[in-house]
């Protein structure tokens, strides 16, 4: 038994390493690199190929004016999408508006329908009322809300 718990512990102690992990490492750096097999070493100033370098250098400008001009042409691109996103916004307000607006102007029609529905019964009943006792009627009808 004693044995088997040895060879347990021996076991463990030798693939601990493994399971510990390693620690991460950040692409692009020496350590990430070297694990690559890959190393960049910078040659002194004066073993540099002029030729090279001037090369870099007219590329790195090229890069740097299109990351340029790309962040330009993103920059405008929200402008643009912000100005019609405001646009937008001000229409669907405005629609907003109107829809509330003849909502209202339906609602107060309705309630002037209802009105002289009222007053147009009111006043037949009244005529009515007048025929019906045998005296003389002279009354107006109400006046149409239209």
Same mark, same amino acid.
């Given at each position: 038994?004693h044995?088997?718990i040895?060879?347990?512990?021996a ?9 510990a992990?390693t620690p991460?490492v950040v ?8 694990q690559?097999g890959? *190393?960049?070493?910078?040659?002194p ?6 030729a090279?370098v001037?090369?870099?250098v ?6 740097a004016?299109?990351n ?10 929200q402008?643009?999408w912000? *100005?019609e996103?405001a646009?937008w916004r001000?229409?669907?307000a405005a629609?907003?508006t109107a ?7 339906v609602a107060?029609?309705e309630a002037?329908?209802a009105q ?5 019964a ?6 009515a009322?007048c025929?019906? *006792?045998?005296r003389?009627?002279v ?5 149409t809300?239209?």
């Amino acid at each position: 038994m004693h044995r088997i718990i040895l060879t347990g512990v021996a076991a463990l102690t030798v693939a601990a390493p493994a399971f510990a992990g390693t620690p991460q490492v950040v692409p692009g750096s020496e350590e990430w690199l070297r694990q690559r097999g890959e *190393s960049y070493h910078r040659a002194p100033d004066a073993e540099q190929n002029p030729a090279e370098v001037a090369a870099t250098v007219q590329l790195n400008a090229e890069v740097a004016a299109r990351n340029a001009a790309a962040a330009q042409t993103e920059a405008e691109a929200q402008a643009a999408w912000e *100005s019609e996103d405001a646009k937008w916004r001000a229409e669907a307000a405005a629609a907003e508006t109107a829809r509330a607006q003849w909502e209202a102007d339906v609602a107060a029609a309705e309630a002037a329908q209802a009105q002289y529905e009222r007053e147009r019964a009111a006043w037949e009943a009244a005529v009515a009322r007048c025929r019906a *006792s045998g005296r003389r009627c002279v009354t107006a009808p109400p006046a149409t809300p239209w």
